[in-house]
């Protein structure tokens, strides 16, 4: 194969593997029902006058598969990360003990769970268009090489390799997809 068209399609594969770890990122921030420390991921906390993320303010745990544990390493942060919370779009219920501040999850409810689920495929499908614009971008490229000299049979061959690579990608996406479905369906 033409070294050209190689290089387009490192370029492409390597886009694609970061389309994945973005969609998969994505997913990890829609809870499931389990309480995780990514769950507050996007929280910004006033820290002297500058918003900083709260992990960067506090220690976060999960004593148990329900409660979010989060311990400032401040004492004077508590009423700040208790606010950012409230402010938050989780719709969690902060509760400060002067030590930490504790949040509860509830469970989902049926209509909450299909809601999550409608996320999660909207997330899967933002994935699968950015990959097939990689497709498309790298196709665009590897057909360019036509005017350097590059045969038609080298620029088919590097446009199936390109297909090839979305195919695959585009079925890592829909297996992220059905296990996270599987993850927030489960009770």
């Given at each position: 194969?033409?070294?050209?068209?190689?290089?387009?399609?490192?370029?492409?594969?390597?886009?694609?593997?970061?389309?994945?770890?973005?969609?998969?990122?994505?997913?990890?921030?829609?809870?499931?029902?389990?309480?995780?420390?990514?769950?507050?991921?996007?929280?910004?906390?006033?820290?002297?006058?500058?918003?900083?993320?709260?992990?960067?303010?506090?220690?976060i745990n999960t004593p148990d598969a329900r409660t979010l544990m989060i311990?400032?390493?401040?004492?004077?942060?508590?009423?700040?990360?208790?606010r950012a919370i409230i402010n938050s779009d989780l719709g969690l219920n902060?509760?400060?003990?002067?030590?930490?501040?504790?949040?509860?999850?509830?469970?989902?409810?049926?209509?909450?769970?299909?809601?999550?689920?409608?996320?999660?495929?909207?997330?899967?499908?933002?994935?699968?268009?950015?990959?097939?614009?990689?497709?498309?971008?790298?196709?665009?490229?590897?057909?360019?090489?036509?005017?350097?000299?590059?045969?038609?049979?080298?620029?088919?061959?590097?446009?199936?390799?390109?297909?090839?690579?979305?195919?695959?990608?585009?079925a890592k996406i829909d297996e992220l997809l059905e296990k996270k479905e599987?993850?927030?369906?489960?009770?």
């Amino acid at each position: 194969m033409n070294e050209e068209i190689q290089l387009y399609l490192d370029e492409a594969q390597d886009m694609m593997e970061k389309t994945i770890s973005h969609v998969s990122h994505e997913f990890t921030k829609i809870r499931a029902g389990k309480a995780t420390p990514t769950m507050l991921e996007g929280i910004m906390v006033k820290y002297y006058g500058n918003p900083t993320p709260i992990n960067q303010v506090a220690t976060i745990n999960t004593p148990d598969a329900r409660t979010l544990m989060i311990k400032p390493w401040e004492r004077n942060m508590l009423s700040e990360i208790e606010r950012a919370i409230i402010n938050s779009d989780l719709g969690l219920n902060p509760q400060n003990d002067g030590e930490v501040v504790r949040l509860n999850i509830p469970p989902l409810t049926e209509e909450r769970r299909k809601n999550l689920v409608k996320q999660a495929k909207g997330e899967a499908e933002h994935g699968k268009v950015s990959i097939r614009n990689i497709r498309k971008d790298s196709n665009e490229s590897i057909k360019k090489l036509l005017k350097e000299n590059v045969s038609e049979d080298e620029v088919k061959a590097g446009e199936d390799k390109v297909q090839e690579l979305t195919d695959k990608y585009v079925a890592k996406i829909d297996e992220l997809l059905e296990k996270k479905e599987k993850e927030i369906m489960t009770i």
